[in-house]
């Protein structure tokens, strides 16, 4: 679900008080556009909103959210918005969420 190797790259890269800002920013941006999602997204807004979370997921090493959202993506822009599973996506991101901030605090440093 959680790319840790990605997640340590990142934090050792970017400093940990730097990536604390950045997965406080990247769970706000997020949310933003899940809950867009949520109260439904117009179809030709469906593609840039799944391409924005996947890059934003693939960044925070989200893999198995991510891949959804491609799927979503390459749907979209073919035309087929309607068999995008926003519900199953949505449910990911908050199952990967919840994985994610568990994960944070056995990275933590004693």
Partial sequence: MIDWSRVTEL???IGAENF???VTLFLEEVETEIDALRAGCAE???EARLHFLKGSALNLGF???S???QMGETAAA???AGDVDLAATIACF????EDFM???EALAPP
């Fill in 67 to 69: 891949r959804l959202c």
């Fill in 94 to 97: 908050e199952a990967s969420r």
């Fill in 20 to 22: 604390a800002e950045i």
């Fill in 11 to 13: 934090r050792d890269e």
């Fill in 102 to 104: 568990r994960g944070l």
């Fill in 63 to 65: 893999t198995d959210f």
């Fill in 44 to 46: 030709d807004a469906l």
């Fill in 78 to 80: 073919s035309g087929r």
